[in-house]
């Protein structure tokens, strides 16, 4: 895709990356303002995709045909910057465009960018934000003079074919954050499951001890009784029959209530083993699908 960009030989085919919100060029092929700085000002109102367009426009035999990728590249990394406002956003702040710059290697920083700018008369002392012009006319060293006033609609069809392939591939990566934020979202119900069922299989240990504890202690007095029923005098061996024939006939209350709880917490784990099996194959699904989605938002990229 890179070669393709980059191949004058093919510049009828040439595409300028934008956002979806830039389906097709500005109507507005003249910037309001008093002066130049006016003028520069209000072209750094527009969306980042636009602001783009607008510069391939004015340089796109010097820029567009060798680097329009790239400023692609630029506009995607502000729009995925920009939390707030996206694809609707302008500028960004200091800290975001230090996260920008490091993006991309720049060894240029931010305060750089504004001393540069001031220099050339583009900002004022207390400009502070970063929108994607300021970026560009220092990145490929512009007049900013010349790019307020530079004629617009020259590749008209050309840009609109580019916005619509563009267009394609910024809704294929929408797709694809979705479904790695679905993705996610499944991990993590995934995870709370099997925690769930390794607190239920805990519980189904303790029902399964305390059984056992009570099996243990009613056979025991049951074996005891037995056992002096059949040993000893006459009289203690009646008096242990009778308390073997009580201990037979009473209702182990202890001993249900184990029983019981047992059973409940057999079905509870049951349950619980059930959900982290489907938890595991939804996320496994969203997963997957995520992958997908994210390759063909990259083959989308490419082919723009």
């Known amino acids: 895709a890179k070669q393709k960009a980059k191949s004058t030989s093919q510049a009828s085919n040439h595409q300028v990356s934008m956002a979806s919100t830039a389906a097709v060029p500005c109507d507005d ?5 008093a002066d130049d700085f006016e003028k520069l000002k209000n072209l750094c ?20 045909q060798t680097d329009a990728e790239n400023i692609w590249q630029y506009v995607q990394k502000y729009i995925e910057i920009d939390v707030d406002n996206r694809d609707k956003g302008c500028s960004i702040d200091e800290l975001c465009a230090h996260r920008f710059l490091e993006a991309f290697d720049e060894t240029m920083t ?75 979202v499944a991990a993590a119900e995934a995870k709370q499951t099997e925690i769930a069922a390794h607190a239920a299989k805990e519980e189904l240990d303790a029902a399964l001890a305390e059984l056992k504890a009570q099996e243990d202690a009613y056979n025991a007095k049951t074996a005891e009784l037995t056992k002096k029923s059949e040993e000893g005098g006459v009289v203690s061996r009646n008096r242990a029959k009778n308390e073997l024939a009580q201990h037979l006939a009473e ?36 997963a997957a699908q995520a992958s997908k989605d994210r390759a063909a938002a990259e083959q989308a990229a490419a082919a723009a």
């Open 251 to 286: 209702d182990p209350l202890p001993l249900r209530r184990a029983k019981i709880t047992m059973e409940a917490a057999v079905k509870k784990a049951d349950r619980a083993r059930a959900a982290v099996a489907t938890a595991r194959e939804q996320a496994d699904a969203t």
């Open 110 to 184: 931010v305060r750089a960018m504004r001393t540069e700018l001031r220099k050339s008369g583009a900002i004022g002392e207390k400009f502070r934000d970063i929108p994607i012009t300021h970026y560009l006319i220092l990145k490929y060293q512009v007049d900013w003079h010349e790019l307020v006033h530079a004629v617009q609609g020259d590749n008209v069809e050309e840009i609109r074919e580019a916005s619509r392939l563009l267009e394609a591939a910024q809704a294929a990566a929408d797709a694809a954050q979705q479904r790695e934020k679905e993705a996610r």
């Open 45 to 64: 109102l527009r969306t980042y995709s636009q602001q783009a367009v607008w510069f391939l426009n004015a340089y796109w035999k010097t820029v567009g």
């Open 29 to 33: 092929a003249v910037l309001a303002g």
